[in-house]
C-alpha cells in the first residue's frame, strides 16, 4: 500500500522539474494540479516564471493539462491563460480523472506524468494507473479545510515514505 504512495520524484517546485530527463524517459504529457503546484489555492495570479515554465514545455515535446478537484471557473480561465486544457471537478485520485485527462492529451499511461502537491489524490491516482508520478512540495500553507485535515495524515506518511529533501 505505501508504495502506492511514493513518488517517482519530489521536487521543491514545478520549476525544477528535470523536463529534458521526463522528455528522455518518453514522457510526452503531464497531467498538472492546479491548487499549490501551479498556484495558491484560489489564488488567480500566476507567476511570471511558472508562465515560462508552461511556455518552454513544448520544445521538450511535452503537452500539458490541467486537472483540478477545484471548482470549474478558476480552473478553466488559468487553463485559458495557460493555453492549455483544464479539467474541473476531477474527483482525483479517481482513475476516470487521469483517463480523462489522458484522452485529452491522447497520451498512454506510460507516456504520461502526474505533477501535484498531495500524496493521496495527485500520487496515489497516478501510481494506481502507473504513470509517472512527481511531488511537489505545496506553494502555500493555506489551503481547503478538508485538504489540511488530510495533510496530517499526508505528514506521517511522508515520514514513513522517508523520501529525503526535495530536489
Ligand atoms: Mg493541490
Known amino acids: 500500500m505505501l508504495e502506492y504512495l511514493r513518488p517517482d520524484l519530489y521536487v521543491r517546485s514545478l520549476l525544477r522539474i528535470p523536463l529534458e530527463e521526463l522528455s528522455r524517459r518518453g514522457i510526452r504529457g503531464l497531467i498538472i494540479d492546479l491548487d499549490n503546484t501551479v498556484t495558491e ?5 500566476l507567476d511570471l516564471e511558472v508562465q515560462e ?5 513544448s520544445s521538450y515535446n511535452l503537452k500539458a493539462c490541467l486537472l483540478s478537484n477545484n471548482r470549474r471557473k ?5 487553463g485559458q491563460c495557460l493555453g492549455i486544457p483544464a479539467l474541473s471537478k476531477a474527483g482525483k485520485p479517481r482513475a476516470a480523472a487521469f483517463y480523462r485527462a489522458m484522452e485529452v492529451l491522447g ?3 506510460e507516456e504520461t506524468a502526474v505533477i501535484g502537491d498531495q500524496l493521496f ?4 491516482g497516478g501510481k494506481r494507473l502507473g504513470l509517472y508520478t512527481i511531488l511537489a512540495v505545496p506553494l502555500d500553507k493555506r489551503e ?4 489540511r485535515f488530510i495533510r496530517l495524515l499526508e505528514r506521517v506518511v511522508l515520514k514513513w515514505l522517508a523520501l529525503g529533501k526535495p530536489l
Open 107 to 109: 497520451t498512454r499511461p
Open 121 to 124: 489524490t495527485d500520487v496515489l
Open 53 to 57: 515554465w508552461f511556455c518552454r514545455l
Open 74 to 78: 478558476r480552473v478553466h480561465i488559468i
Open 144 to 147: 481547503f479545510i478538508g485538504t
Open 41 to 45: 489555492w484560489n489564488r488567480l495570479a
